[in-house]
């Protein structure tokens, strides 16, 4: 509890770091000179991403906590021996690690997502190419297709997923690990 919300602010902090010099490159090499400030949309990304991730942290230990508990009294009530409890508790742990892993894994990734669909928003950016990180042992057909077809979607909007039944953006789904390349607006010379 004393930790989370230093935890979480570290990681919306770090997350938003990473997209804006990621963003800066990539309008940089384009020839584009960008230097973001904190917008209120951004800083509303950024204070709902603490809070998000303040409740997973702190779900993490009060599941983990119950289920433990829920296990001693089990094996009190069966009157196991402390070896099995102690593989059950092995087990559990091992699960619990599992989920936090998925939760930081997805957290960071759907950060990601949306501090870079408002900063791309921010500076113009209509479009975007999806791009699937062939990353995951299980990923979504839908996912590897668009990445295949190199599909264009609106920033704005997000793409249609099919399997889904809803628009979405890179990253935003749990175990999301697609991505996106912005496309940029096409300059004019004077």
């Known amino acids: 509890d004393l930790a989370a919300p230093r935890l979480a602010k570290w990681f919306a902090q770090s997350v938003h770091d990473r997209s804006d010099k990621a963003l800066e490159k990539i309008l940089r090499d384009a020839g584009m000179s960008v230097q973001f400030k904190l917008s209120r949309a951004a ?4 204070q ?3 809070a998000e991730n303040v409740s997973l942290i702190k779900s993490i230990g009060q599941q983990h906590l119950s289920q433990v508990e829920g296990l001693v009294m089990r094996s009190v009530a069966a ?3 402390v070896g099995g409890l102690a593989k059950e508790l092995e087990a559990r742990y091992a699960v619990t690690r ?6 930081a894994r997805t957290e960071s990734n759907k950060a990601t997502a949306v501090i870079n669909r408002v900063r791309q928003q921010s500076v113009g950016i209509k479009q975007a190419v999806w791009c699937h990180s062939h990353g995951g042992a299980h990923p979504r057909p839908s996912h590897v ?14 793409w249609f997923d099919p399997d889904e ?13 697609c991505f996106s390349r912005p496309i940029l607006p096409k300059v004019k010379p004077e």
């Open 48 to 50: 709902a991403t603490v």
């Open 79 to 81: 009157g196991r021996d």
């Open 165 to 177: 039944g809803i628009h979405v953006w890179p990253g935003q789904l749990i175990n999301c690990r």
């Open 43 to 46: 800083n509303d990304v950024l």
């Open 98 to 103: 599992k989920r936090a892993a998925l939760i």
């Open 145 to 158: 297709k668009a990445g295949a077809d190199k599909v264009i979607f609106d920033v704005d909007k997000g």
